[in-house]
């Protein structure tokens, strides 16, 4: 049988004395944090039956990630991260609070104090080969109208999957810029399609993950800080479609609403036009905002059986969008049509019949 003490008196005034609380000096706010970190650790401990060599393993651990600077990686990883986003999406919900970009999480990588630019920036210093990628979007207040002179902050890993300040070999503040949206709220931006990222396999975060039977590979994907004064400060990503972990992210950060989509153009005349060496460059569709009736439709649809039998698109337009549905045949392409016309928004069923590729590359993209 398991010995416990925790719960004893003796025991627990030991822990109210550890946190400082039979004295004024410190933070209380410090002092209920510590004294609940005691409380749960030593129940963890007893409930687990943790032995020494267990705890010992795990101080030299935190050592060793603290050491490595990975402890923001490993936050992500555990899920911990998207959990704050869980919670303040249900305390939003709870305040009737709906609608909008959906948040995401931040990440460990971000470095204040990017060069801010009006209107539009490019992002990248010119050295990296990559694909030129244009992206540009609109800021909608809270009310649904264009949010002129918000901070537009975006931060991305260049084709390696690395990020400046993090990779010694990149310029100062490469692939980091902060953009003024203009009179109608919009910000343009010219970089480089970047490559999705995975922890160090070498690193403490993916000794950890190795240990769960986990992977820690990232999608390809776009940071962003949005802030305005008067309006609440939204932390999101936008996440490429087609890539393999779109919907397997390590971290979790793709939501429904957050996935863009790249559309590459291979002509020398529109290249030349937008200031492009060579005949190809990418466009990535911005955030679109949504409504989170709609999303709720679009999980009970996949919920009935459906869901690798479809794709869905939401396709952007000027400030509008359009819902696509891609289904693999008739029945599914009826089904899609009941399903979408309860929408408040225009959308469109498509059969794939005769294009099984097509249909299984934005399966693909699809959460199921
Ligand atoms: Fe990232």
């Keep these: ?7 004893t008196a003796d025991v627990q005034a030991f822990f109210s004395e550890v946190a400082g609380l039979d004295h004024a000096a410190g933070n209380p706010r410090v002092k209920q944090i510590i004294l609940r970190v005691l409380q749960d650790s030593a129940r963890l401990i007893e409930d687990l039956d943790i032995t020494e060599d267990e705890f010992w393993h795990a101080v030299d651990y935190l050592n060793r990630l603290g050491g490595r600077n990975e402890a923001g990686l490993l936050a992500a990883g555990l899920g911990l991260e998207h959990f704050l986003d869980l919670l303040q999406d249900a305390k939003d919900a709870e305040a009737g609070l709906t609608g909008g970009t959906p948040r995401t999480i931040e990440g460990p990588l971000y470095v204040a104090g990017a060069p801010l630019a009006q209107g539009e920036a490019r992002m990248d210093d010119g050295s990296d080969p990559g694909v030129v990628m244009f992206l540009q979007g609109q800021v909608f207040g809270a009310d649904g109208a264009p949010l002129a002179g918000a901070t537009v902050d975006l931060w991305h890993a260049n084709t390696q999957g690395t990020y400046s300040y993090f990779d010694s070999s990149q310029s100062d503040y490469n692939l980091r810029r902060r953009i003024i949206t203009d009179a109608e709220g919009r ?28 992977h820690g590979q990232r999608p390809a994907h776009v940071h962003f800080f949005i802030s305005a004064p008067g309006h609440r400060h939204l932390t999101t990503q936008i996440n490429f479609a087609g890539d393999q ?11 429904d609403g957050l996935v863009g989509e790249l559309r590459f153009v291979e002509d020398a005349a529109q290249a030349r ?8 460059f990418a466009e990535l569709a911005a955030i679109q905002a949504f409504e989170l009736a709609d999303l709720f439709i679009l999980k009970k649809y996949r919920r009935q059986g ?52 097509l249909l299984s590359f934005l399966v693909s993209g699809a959460r199921h």
């Design 1 to 7: 049988m398991t010995t416990k003490i925790s719960h």
């Design 187 to 214: 910000y343009r931006a010219r970089s480089i399609v970047p490559s999705g990222y995975g922890c160090d396999p070498q690193g403490p975060t993916q000794e950890c993950l190795d240990l769960l039977g986990r």
């Design 306 to 357: 459906i869901g690798r039998a479809v794709a869905l698109q939401f396709l952007g337009g000027e400030g509008d969008w359009l819902l696509r549905c891609y289904a693999q045949d008739a029945p599914a392409v009826a089904f899609c049509n009941a399903v979408l016309a309860g929408l408040s928004r225009p959308a469109q069923a498509i059969t794939l019949e005769d294009e099984p590729d």
């Design 273 to 280: 036009d937008r200031g492009v060496q060579g005949e190809r």
């Design 245 to 255: 972990y779109l919907w397997d992210d390590f971290a979790y950060a793709t939501r």
